[in-house]
């Protein structure tokens, strides 16, 4: 085996060399279990015979009165050896098949024997297995909105119980089984059925157990193989938050830029003095323009009247001219000459008045349209800065709640990789390991 693999002696560099050497040590496991320990408990026969094989040595034995009330039910090592025993102090003469009979059933009882030894030695590597998954495959509750862990939990309850079903069957097996124990797996259910295992409880005992190892080396497998997804979950998710947080970052960034590019032209407070000052004047305005209109069609009235009084007034001179009696009406005449000119000035004034009304008019209604504009854009400016801020406040917020997720992600990947937190869960395993010794 290459220098480099972790051997779990000192602490490993990463969690990939303790996701590698609990691959090997389940291998190792799982081949031990099914060369070391199965296959010579069976002898190289297919259990099912093998076990069949043994029940017919059992109940041909039991036909000695002696051994059936001595021995009525095998339920343990201390029963098969009681029985071992009994068997051979109450030899049958019987010849081979008797001998025979003998013979396998001291076969099965030693092979019983390794095998109970040889899987509380199991049981005690599995333990320690068990302790390395514990610690270095740990899951953290913080991000459960995010990741499932309910697995990790089932998981490791389901390892516990059936490390502790196991270690009290082995246990039992030495005094007396308990059958509530055997598991519900297909194969020890088959041997309950093919076989006489009320009676002879040994019979299902070791298959059972054999299922029970390995149903526990699967759960490890499947704890470990979980972890790793766990992780690899985990760094998909840190680079998508990271990539989320990077086009927040650049969408705030704009927003930024545009607002402090407003602000820069328009400072807020200005622009507030600057609206109020223009709806005052634009109120100042419409009364002159209101003003103004007014004025201009009260001199236009006058004008009209005027140019009325200056057609009458022509008109009775016309006439008069054309009378015999001048010398009576001169003085009218004259007098309304005089009220012709006198009406031609106050007409060419009202003229004057009402083209610098025009005028005066024009520019007021240009000041306020120009004024309206501004005010408009101030409004439209002002509005828009509202809006940016209220923008810049809620992503604000968003890449915030980004940044913490990020921060929890990595402070998770950190406790799984860093080498110091290695180091610690590599120290709790070696106490955990001292103290179960």
Known sequence: MPSHMWQGDDPPHSIQDVYDYIDRELKTLKVRLINKIEKLFYGGIEPIQFLIHVEEIFKTKHRVKRIKNLVPRVASWADVDLFART???????????????????????????????ALSDLLEDVRDLYTIVQSFCRNYQSLEGEFDLKWARATNLELKNNLQGTAVLLNESQTGVNQKLFSSDKFSLEVAETCDTKRYPVLRLMPDLFQKFHFVLHLLGKWRANDQIYMEDIQFKLIKTKRLQRLKQEEYNTL????????????????????????????????????????????????????????????VMFLNKNTTDISKDIENILGLKKDVEILGKKLKSLNKSIKLNDHDL????????????????????????NQLAFERTELSKEISIINEKIQELETIFYRKTDKHKLAQAFDEVQKSLEESQ
Request: proline share 1%; glycine share 4%; aromatic share 4%.
């Open 256 to 315: 930024e830029l545009e607002h402090g590019n407003i602000l820069s032209n328009i400072v807020e407070k200005r622009v507030r003095v600057r609206a109020r000052e223009i709806r005052e004047r634009i109120k100042q305005l419409d009364a002159e323009i209101n003003k103004l209109h007014l004025l201009k069609k009260n001199m236009v009235a006058e004008k009209t009247q005027t140019e009325q009084d200056v057609l009458e007034r022509k008109r």
């Open 362 to 385: 024009q520019t007021r209604v240009k000041e306020k349209q120009d004024l309206g504009q501004d005010y408009n854009e101030m409004r439209s400016a002002t509005s828009r800065s």
């Open 87 to 117: 068997s051979n102090e109450v030899r049958r003469p019987g010849g081979v098949r008797d001998a025979g009979f003998s013979k396998d059933l001291n076969t099965f009882m030693h092979a019983f024997q390794r095998a109970v030894k």
